[in-house]
């Protein structure tokens, strides 16, 4: 553990002194045509053969032909949408589905999370495993009964090997915000609970060093809130603002090689017609690096963002409901 809190300090050195300028790679859509008319909620997975993407797309948000599609950016091009999941329960009636998140399993295996049902009050969690890339995929798994899995934001590995995966519920108009921890095989399940007066919910993970994480929510508060861990996500502290406005909508951030921590955001009170990226050394003082999209008539929203083993950073995001925009970075 030592050596874990050693490293860790030798990175934050390597963090950033002065505002870094990330330099655009590729701006673009993931596709430009697909069968269904509208999409949202994409999730970004780094894979031996490309970056895999992954989103719900359908007539409408809640309409009951809303399915799971993954795309593969490979040579620089993006594959052909393809169906990864549906909600069909029998040949007379079906679920909306929502909100997928992708992770590799130690042994290359791809799991991909996502929910089920009516509407986020109602859904459940279930997830299918690939072990071709993503190109087919399993029967559906359904999740322990109070469980969902992560709810938006990608599960993310603890310097222990467990997975743990950041999920909330909406219940009854209430938003809480929890942890789901599993062992690598998804085995295992057990849940710890974020206190707070917020209503928060789909957590985000930040890293710093040895066994202190930090949780960064949406809120209906007008705020990005807050908590710290300092046990691998056993406890928390109890939520608080990050003083960073906010519109309500999800967010998304990472932890990259050297310390220095991203976030992506709406960094308004209301709408979602920007689209930030931020950067912060320490995850309390923060700074806008690029503005990502920003039209008085826009919606961007609901962004995934991860480092590739190159050090690049890939961002993806809803883009008027009508597209996925997918961002790669240089820093």
Not at 113 to 124: D, H, L, Q, V
Request: glycine share 10%; with cysteine; proline share 7%.
């Amino acid at each position: 553990m030592n050596s874990l809190i050693s490293l860790f300090g030798l990175l934050s050195l390597l963090s950033f002194d002065q505002k870094p300028k990330p330099e655009i790679i590729a701006s673009e859509f993931i596709y430009e045509s697909a069968p269904f008319p509208s999409c949202h909620a994409s999730t970004l997975l780094e894979t031996p053969d490309g970056i895999l993407a992954a989103w719900f797309g359908g007539t409408y948000e809640r309409h009951p032909d809303v399915n799971i599609y993954t795309s593969l950016h490979k040579n620089g091009t993006w594959s052909k949408p393809a169906e990864a999941a549906d909600g069909i329960e029998n040949k007379d009636f079906r679920n909306p589905t929502w909100n997928p998140v992708l992770h590799r399993k130690p042994d290359g295996e791809i799991v991909l999370f996502y929910k089920e049902g009516p509407n986020p009050r109602e859904w459940w969690g279930l997830f299918k495993t690939s072990t071709d890339g993503g190109k087919s995929w399993s029967k559906a798994i359904q999740t322990p009964p109070g469980y969902l899995g992560p709810v938006k934001n990608k599960t993310v590995v603890l310097s222990d090997g467990s997975l743990l995966h950041p999920s909330s519920f909406e219940t009854n108009g209430v938003w809480t915000t929890h942890m789901e921890f599993t062992d690598p095989d998804l085995k295992n399940w057990k849940k710890v609970e974020v206190p707070g007066p917020f209503q928060a919910i789909q957590p985000t993970i930040l890293f710093h060093g040895g066994e202190k994480l930090q949780v960064l929510t949406r809120t209906q508060e007008g705020v990005i809130a807050t908590a710290w861990s300092e046990d691998n996500g056993k406890t928390w502290t109890e939520l608080s603002s990050s003083g960073l406005v906010h519109n309500g909508s999800g967010i998304d951030g990472v932890t990259l090689k050297n310390g220095y921590h991203l976030l992506v955001c709406n960094p308004i009170p209301k709408g979602r017609n920007k689209l930030s990226l931020l950067g912060s050394n320490d995850g309390k003082t923060w700074e806008e690096l690029l503005v990502l999209e920003d039209e008085p008539r826009g919606e961007f929203s609901y962004p995934a963002i991860i480092q590739a083993e190159d050090g690049t950073v890939h961002i993806s995001y809803t883009f008027q409901r009508e597209k996925i925009k997918y961002v790669h970075l240089r820093f």
